[in-house]
């Protein structure tokens, strides 16, 4: 039991009073501030939705109160990029020197070796508990659909999307390196037919070099399958500290010049940090024009990029969020890979994902609006207009913090948070990792 235990009443019908609310993230009018562009509120839950919001004392309901003592409150919180299929391998397949490409072969090596339907089914389950009980509403996962993993991994996906339904929304999304659209035609016909199939969404990873002739007629392909099918499409771009990897603009000239109807995301954009400083400018300004929605993985870059054996990185690895954000374009940030050789550790736990988000990409000192990174920036992404806001008429899915400011917020990892999924506390303790000791071995 943690220290400062947040005790609910017993009952759908409560009073959340004395909360502050981020004012980003609620249309609630006329909220007393509350500092940091947070406000005061009391929220009245009616039958597991929020049915008012209003200043405290102002609601005038006689249903029982939970305080929260000036306590945070917000809504549970949405992951617009992981990889569920190879989360918690690290004890089975860890990454040999910690890099991009290390990461790469170890996965291929596990995959091939391990990763059937209950291998997957298991892990994928795993990471789901763990989501869940930090407070993620909504998930988008990569799934990687190379040759034959695709038959394996989408069922599972299915049935687990099925079996979470009203606990945490599932989108997937098919991974493979692009040139698949060219080299194998039959399984990349296969393979586009099969994420409409699962309602799926085209993904894919861009070359992490210069683009060349073969790269554009990949995007083409990938662009022309997609409209066909009615399908968004979500691709890993320029994953690299390679200052000459470019395909986000190819991305962005690609929807310019084709009219492309569905919605595009754009993850890691990790080397255009390092592009000069002209470039970076009118790349960012296509992906304005083109409506890219980008996301950034900024603890999982910063344990891949720049990385050499004793030598200090000299960079952090993540996109430019502040100047994407500056221009107008849908930024958000995720989880990426937890537990396997893309990133070490991870527990897809979005408030250690802002927390870390706000260290590394600073910030702090720079308004008070980024909640929505992980909030209900990445829902309008994922087409979800009931996750990640605060407003009456909403599920009451939310999570209470002691913290009373993003200082005491951001300081402390939360674990004494309480999570309320339609107004009911959940239990918020993670899974014990010696379930997964079966499949993947003790460490
Ligand atoms: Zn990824």
């Known amino acids: 039991m943690p220290p400062h235990s947040l005790?609910?009443?017993?009952?759908?019908?409560?009073?959340?009073?004395?909360a502050r609310v981020p004012l980003c993230l609620t249309t609630a009018g006329a909220l007393p501030p509350a500092g940091e562009?947070?406000?005061a509120c009391d929220l009245l839950i009616q039958g597991g939705r929020i049915t008012a919001m209003g200043a405290p004392g102002t609601l005038g309901s006689t249903a029982p109160v939970m305080d929260c003592d000036q306590g945070i409150v917000l809504p549970r919180l949405v992951d617009l990029h992981t990889h569920l299929d190879k989360g918690h391998i690290w004890s089975r397949r860890s990454n040999p020197d910690g890099t991009h490409g290390g990461a790469r072969v170890s996965v291929m090596e596990d995959r091939a070796a391990n990763w059937n339907g209950d291998d997957?089914?298991?892990?994928?389950?795993?990471?789901?508990?763990?989501?869940?009980?930090h407070g993620t509403s909504a998930v988008r996962t990569h799934i990687d659909s190379l040759g034959k993993q695709a038959a394996i991994s989408w069922p599972v996906f299915a049935e687990m999307r099925e079996a979470w339904k009203g606990r945490v929304d599932l989108q997937a999304?098919?991974?493979f390196p692009i040139d698949y659209a060219l080299d194998d035609e039959p399984m990349f016909r296969q393979l586009v037919a099969q994420v409409a199939h699962y309602g799926g969404v085209m993904g894919g990873m861009t070359y992490l070099g210069a683009?060349?002739?073969r790269c554009h007629r990949a995007l083409a392909r990938l662009f022309e399958a997609a409209a066909a099918n009615g399908l968004d499409l979500d691709f890993h771009v320029d994953e690299t500290d390679e200052s000459e990897a470019r395909t986000l603009a190819a991305i962005a000239d690609m929807v310019l010049a084709t009219g492309f109807a569905g919605r595009v995301v754009a993850g890691h954009c990790c080397a255009l940090a390092l592009a000069p400083d002209a470039e970076r400018e009118d790349t960012i300004k296509r992906?304005?024009?083109a409506g890219l929605s980008v996301v950034s993985l900024p603890i999982c870059n910063m344990y891949l990029m720049g990385r050499t054996a004793h030598r200090t990185p000299r960079w952090r690895g993540v996109t430019t969020v502040h100047e994407f954000a500056a221009a107008g374009v849908s930024v958000s940030v995720a989880s990426d890979n937890t537990r396997d050789p893309f990133y070490a550790y991870g527990d897809l736990d979005l408030l250690e994902v802002y927390r870390e988000s706000v260290r590394i990409l600073q910030l702090d000192h720079t308004g008070p609006d980024w909640l929505r990174l992980v909030a209900s920036t990445p829902a309008a992404v994922m087409g979800l207009p009931d996750h990640g806001r605060l407003q009456a008429g909403l599920p009451a899915d939310l999570i209470v913090l002691r913290a009373r400011s993003f200082n005491e917020m951001n300081a402390r990892p939360q674990n004494d948070r309480a999570?309320?999924?339609?107004?009911?506390?959940?239990?918020?303790?993670?899974?014990?990792?010696?379930?997964?000791?079966?499949?993947?071995?003790?460490?």
């Open 7 to 18: 005790t609910f009443p017993q009952t759908d019908d409560f009073v959340l009073a004395h």
């Open 37 to 39: 562009g947070l406000g």
């Open 120 to 133: 997957v089914r298991a892990r994928m389950d795993f990471a789901l508990r763990c989501a869940y009980a």
């Open 173 to 175: 999304v098919a991974l």
């Open 211 to 213: 683009v060349d002739e």
């Open 287 to 289: 992906v304005a024009d």
């Open 419 to 443: 999570v309320l999924v339609k107004g009911r506390p959940i239990d918020t303790t993670p899974p014990d990792y010696r379930e997964l000791d079966p499949w993947v071995g003790a460490p």
